[in-house]
């Protein structure tokens, strides 16, 4: 069974009862293949009942389907008129199109055929333009072509659709303002602003965006129903660079206490470590030993619960990662830490709560963002 096909629409220069009838025959549904065709010729012509039905079509199309789409495109001084896919009639001015892009500039370079010579459809002495964009889109577009003319782009999908405007038809000044309001929605929808980054060539984005999908990463088993519709846009490399960035982060992250690697001894509040120096220092605590040894040879005596909770901090970042929620989203870990350290010769629990919290700020989250920013250096663009 054939279906209409929407994107086949007759010029505006060719639209005439004949082309139309033909437009109107090779749309209309008819039976599959494997059933005998009806004899629709007559005399070599299309049959008269189909020719009158279409004929009709047209002049209603030509008459009533298309409008004019009001303020602020309807200037009475207008050069040129643009008209959407679904026939709505734009007013504009050619230099304001030049200047915006560059592909107008390209459009409206052509030669621009005489008027009565079967050219491009003319309304009150003006040319029209068909476009293949729709009423909303190419508001948008003009829009964001007229600097005096107000832009709603209240939701992520208008700006999605502005983006693709703005690519199509290279509006670099209009990007500026895309960038600054897509910024707005990395927190919310990171993966779909960091395919938007892509495609809109701006790394500082692409960037902003992966580091904001950490907080749910999508290499996660819970999100592998996901649906980016952007993502089909883009090349396997963007997304690969995506789920790279993802993988290394949490891999480092929630190995934090058991590669000590990146751990030097003055990070170590005082009570978490055995030094003789150290104020505070509890003899009663569970025994230590050698646990950190530094590249210059330095040896340091970490305490087995300080130790404990790095470790046990660590398992909050195989979900998300929240560099500056380690104490909120930990809470339980270090309330269990600190209840398991618990000793009566000085450390109490209060004191070890205190050095898990200063832990937890001072040393976990900055470890943690010291991750992220590494791992953001490594995500390759081949745009800066």
């Not at 007229?146 to 509006?171: C, G, P, R, W, Y």
């Not at 070890?352 to 663009?381: F, G, H, M, N, Y």
Request: glycine share 6%; with cysteine; proline share 6%.
């Amino acid at each position: 069974m054939r279906t209409p096909n929407s994107a086949i629409r007759p010029p505006c220069g060719s639209q005439s009862p004949s082309n139309f009838v033909d437009l109107f025959w090779r749309l209309q549904p008819h039976g599959p293949p494997s059933q005998p065709q009806p004899q629709l010729a007559f005399d070599g012509h299309r049959p008269p009942g189909l020719r009158l039905t279409a004929a009709c079509l047209f002049y209603i199309h030509k008459m009533q389907d298309v409008r004019d789409a009001g303020e602020p495109f309807a200037a009475l001084d207008a050069d040129v008129i643009l008209r959407s896919s679904d026939n709505v009639d734009f007013r504009s001015y050619r230099i304001a199109l030049k200047l915006a892009s560059p592909i107008f500039e390209t459009m409206f370079a052509l030669p621009t055929p005489q008027r009565g010579s079967g050219g491009d459809e003319q309304k009150d002495g003006i040319a029209v333009v068909c476009m293949a964009e729709n009423e909303k889109a190419l508001r948008m577009l003009l829009s964001l072509c007229h600097a005096n003319v107000e832009m709603a782009l209240d939701t992520l999908d208008d700006i999605a659709t502005a983006v693709q405007l703005a690519s199509k038809f290279e509006l670099q000044n209009a990007r500026i303002a895309i960038r600054l309001l897509l910024r707005e929605f990395a927190s919310t929808d990171p993966e779909r602003v960091y395919a938007l980054a892509w495609a809109m060539q701006s790394r500082e984005l692409v960037l902003r965006a992966a580091e904001k999908s950490l907080s749910s990463p999508l290499i996660l088993p819970k999100r592998a129903e996901t649906s980016v519709p952007e993502f089909h846009d883009i090349s396997a490399h963007a997304l690969r660079q995506l789920i790279t960035f993802q993988s290394r982060c949490i891999f480092a992250a929630s190995r934090i206490g058991e590669d000590l690697s990146w751990l030097r001894a003055g990070q170590i509040p005082a009570r978490g470590k055995e030094k003789g120096e150290d104020i505070g220092r509890c003899s009663s605590c569970h025994d230590t030993k050698v646990q950190l040894k530094e590249p210059t040879g330095r040896e340091t005596r970490i305490k087995n619960w300080w130790l404990d909770y790095l470790k046990r901090v660590g398992k909050l970042f195989e979900e998300d990662i929240n560099a500056g929620g380690v104490v909120r989203n930990g809470l339980p870990i270090l309330f269990a830490c600190a209840s398991d350290a618990s000793c009566s010769g000085g450390c109490t629990t209060q004191e070890i709560t205190s050095t898990l919290v200063l832990t937890a700020e001072s040393v976990v989250e900055v470890r943690i963002r010291e991750i992220v920013e590494e791992a953001l250096q490594k995500l390759e663009t081949p745009f800066g």
